[in-house]
């Protein structure tokens, strides 16, 4: 629970995040209001793959860093035009509770 979005563990690898709108990167929509978030340790390999096979449209042509390097992403949309996110988050204090759920499993 981060305030603002609520992450639900679903099974052993996967969770189910819930974001307000308000905050989050996506405004209410009817259509494709769904966002598909990997964390993972190889995102520079991740990405050179997606590139490289084009195995779906990039968002951007680079890996992005979030504020103060709390993280690194790169996003893109799925063949039905879903949002699909590729996140690699590091140790900052915004990041505790999340980063002791992830290495718990």
Same mark, same amino acid.
């Given at each position: 629970?981060?305030?603002?979005?609520?992450?639900?563990?679903?099974?052993?690898?996967?969770?189910?995040?819930?974001?307000?709108?308000?905050?989050?990167?996506?405004?209410?929509? /009817?259509?494709?209001?769904?966002?598909?978030?990997?964390?993972? /340790?190889?995102?520079?390999?991740?990405?050179?793959?997606?590139?490289?096979?084009?195995?779906?449209?990039?968002?951007?042509?680079?890996?992005?860093?979030?504020? /103060?390097?709390?993280?690194?992403?790169?996003?893109?949309?799925?063949?039905?035009?879903?949002?699909?996110?590729?996140?690699?988050?590091?140790?900052?204090?915004?990041?505790?509770?999340?980063?002791?759920?992830?290495?718990?499993?």
């Amino acid at each position: 629970d981060q305030g603002w979005a609520k992450v639900l563990k679903v099974s052993d690898t996967g969770f189910l995040g819930l974001v307000d709108q308000q905050k989050g990167m996506h405004s209410f929509t /009817e259509d494709k209001a769904v966002t598909v978030a990997f964390f993972l /340790e190889d995102l520079d390999g991740w990405y050179a793959y997606v590139k490289e096979n084009k195995v779906f449209e990039l968002r951007s042509d680079s890996i992005g860093t979030g504020p /103060e390097g709390k993280y690194r992403e790169f996003v893109g949309y799925d063949p039905e035009g879903y949002y699909i996110e590729f996140d690699r988050f590091y140790g900052h204090e915004d990041n505790t509770l999340l980063l002791k759920y992830l290495q718990a499993n």
